[in-house]
């Protein structure tokens, strides 16, 4: 038995596409300029959609054909010969104009069913569609998740306009298996692309081609990143290998997964995440397009369950764990690529934050290490270990060389040897054939999480070196027991030091296991985020912004740093 219609849930969403389209009929024959093909394509769909639905203002309206028609001409004038479309950052890309083309279809199935009204701009989507499907079903990608993107449109295709052909090559792309790994991510580990790209594409591709297990690989995302839901409403990004490793991303494009989910299934835990995702409230103007092509999402929620604290999480294939109590929410990470790598690469988790801590509103955002070792940049650690349940050390050993001259049957009378990269620097001095004077530096942090916080312990070895932590909180708040040096710098070196915003707070003590004293207010050279040659070689950097507390020495040395949360409200549910 099917639950009952959300009436307020579909009024809303009608409200949220009225928003963006109502705009657009104001001048319906006026033709968008600077706009690209993909949000030409959106921008049809949320027409189409808006004219069928009896909740939007536009329901039945001749100005939103007129406006959906004066940009159909527009995306069509965009495609090349070749079908796809131009303009954006890929030249000629398939995947691209993939996302373009499943709003056509989408749109195309909407209009299919309007009445005559619709039927010219039925026929200009049929033409779109057409034009591209070639092109898709031979084209190429790039990334993992354009593979699933790229065979959720050519099945649209294929639902509208049959062609054997089309799902063959969804097959080919099916063939490699999903890449989701034992814990439920995604090889990109990346929010933005499983609740924008993947989810969505899978699916649709497990309703068009029948597929259960496609829909169960969803589902395993969707239970994992329950776990990865921060307090502030945002889904935890410090282990994406994407762009979003470096942004907070919230919760609101996960809205119609949870929710279509925890209808089919009845599952609370779903329904929780749903609700939370629509805190905010709805302003996506996609989904009512959604909701007349999946009518289950009309359909009212099953009761949410309620969140049960402390919650423990820790996922090995990330190196993430996490701790959740009604004080406070902890990550910790270790999960980077970089050290196996040895570069700064797009595709590579490459973020060095290594904890943050929310307390209510006091959020200390990140927390990492710089140290002068050879300029090989800051902490990143290269192996996780679970010491007990809620117990983890982090490892990271630096390495590299001196090398001596050649050995006589490697040399050359002509001095030209091959450029070769020895993993701090290139040059052409034919690395791997010299031997080798290594120099090491090992840190290690090991981190307790508490239902109030958690205790640090870290320990910097190997041969004397300047290192400096970095505590970035997020802005709005008071600083009280660290000095000021400028520029949202503050330098702590002996504490207790509070974060506070309103009655939330954020509390740090440090202890120090050397005679050596903490650097002072006066070393900035010290107290400093050091990103490491990757970055500054080029000018660039990937530091954080806020409001930064730096505690630094000399190496080797070790430091204790108690991080104690008190929120008023504790965590909402």
């Known amino acids: 038995m099917h639950n009952p219609l959300d009436h307020e849930f579909v009024r809303a969403v009608a409200a949220a596409a009225d928003r963006s389209a109502v ?30 639905s009896p909740d939007s203002a536009l329901h039945g309206s001749e100005r939103a054909v007129a406006a959906a028609t004066t940009h159909l001409r527009a995306l069509r004038a965009a495609q090349t010969g070749t079908g796809l479309f131009a303009g954006g950052d890929n030249v000629q890309s398939p995947p691209d104009s993939a996302f373009s083309v499943n709003d056509v279809c989408d749109a195309y199935v909407l209009a299919a069913g309007g009445g005559p009204e619709l039927h010219a701009v039925e026929a200009a989507l049929a033409e779109i569609a057409g034009a591209a499907a070639d092109s898709l079903r031979t084209g190429g990608v790039h990334t993992p998740n354009h593979r699933w993107e790229l065979s959720a449109a050519l099945a649209r295709l294929h639902r509208s306009f049959p062609d054997d052909r089309l799902l063959d090559r969804v097959e080919e792309w099916l063939a ?58 945002t889904v935890e990004t410090v282990h994406s290998r994407r762009q979003d490793q470096k942004l907070s991303f919230p919760l609101w494009p996960y809205l119609p997964h949870y929710r279509l989910l925890a209808i089919r299934t009845g599952r609370g835990d779903f329904a929780r995440a749903a609700r939370l ?49 009604a004080t406070a929410h902890t990550v910790v990470y270790g999960g980077s ?32 290490l710089s140290r002068s ?38 040399r050359r009378d002509d001095g030209v040897y091959r450029l070769v990269d020895e993993g701090r620097f290139s040059a052409a001095m034919a690395f791997p054939d010299r031997p080798r004077d290594e120099v090491s530096h090992t840190t290690r942090v090991e981190a307790d999480l508490l239902e109030d916080g958690a205790d640090l312990r870290i320990d910097i070895s190997g041969p004397p ?100 949360a008190h929120s008023t409200d504790g965590m909402k549910d």
Not at 28 to 43: K, S
Not at 373 to 401: I, V
Not at 480 to 500: H, I
Request: charged share 25%; hydrophobic share 40%.
């Open 23 to 52: 705009p657009m009929v104001a001048a319906p024959d006026e033709e968008p300029a600077g706009v690209t093909h993909r949000v030409l394509a959106r921008r049809v769909k949320t027409l189409v959609a808006a004219y069928r």
């Open 337 to 368: 690529d970089v050290p196996e790598h040895r570069r700064i690469r797009s595709g590579l988790a490459c973020n060095p934050t290594f904890l943050r801590l929310f307390a209510g509103a006091a959020v200390l955002d990140a927390v990492r």
């Open 176 to 233: 490699e298996g999903v890449d989701i790994d034992t814990e439920g991510l995604y090889s990109e580990r990346s929010a933005v692309y499983a609740s924008l790209v993947t989810n969505p594409s899978l699916l649709l591709l497990a309703d068009v081609l029948d597929r259960a297990d496609l829909l169960e690989a969803v589902e395993r995302n969707l239970a994992t990143t329950l776990d990865l839901i921060r307090p502030d409403g």
């Open 277 to 325: 995702a629509a805190v905010g409230g709805i302003d996506d103007p996609d989904l009512l397009a959604q909701t007349l092509l999946i009518p289950d999402l009309c359909r009212a929620l099953p009761a949410p369950d309620t969140e049960k604290l402390p919650r423990d999480r820790y996922l090995t294939t990330a190196r993430l764990a996490a701790r959740a109590s």
């Open 373 to 410: 070792f050879f300029d090989l940049g800051p902490f990143r650690a290269a192996r996780m270990e679970q010491l007990a349940a809620s117990r983890y050390r982090l490892t990271e050993t630096l390495t590299t060389a001196y090398y001596q001259p050649l050995p006589p049957g490697q």
């Open 465 to 564: 070196v300047p290192w400096a932590l970095e505590l970035t909180f997020r802005p709005g708040g008071v600083l009280d027991g660290a000095v000021p040096t400028g520029e949202g710098r503050w330098c702590l070196t002996t504490g207790p030091m509070t974060y506070r915003v309103g009655e939330d707070e954020i509390r740090v003590e440090l202890g120090v296991e050397s005679c050596e004293p903490l650097a002072g207010p006066d070393r900035g050279d010290i107290l400093r985020y050091d990103p490491g040659q990757d970055h500054t070689v080029v000018g660039g950097t990937d530091a954080t912004t806020g409001n930064r507390v730096y505690v630094g020495g000399q190496g080797p040395q070790t430091l204790t740093v108690a991080l104690r």
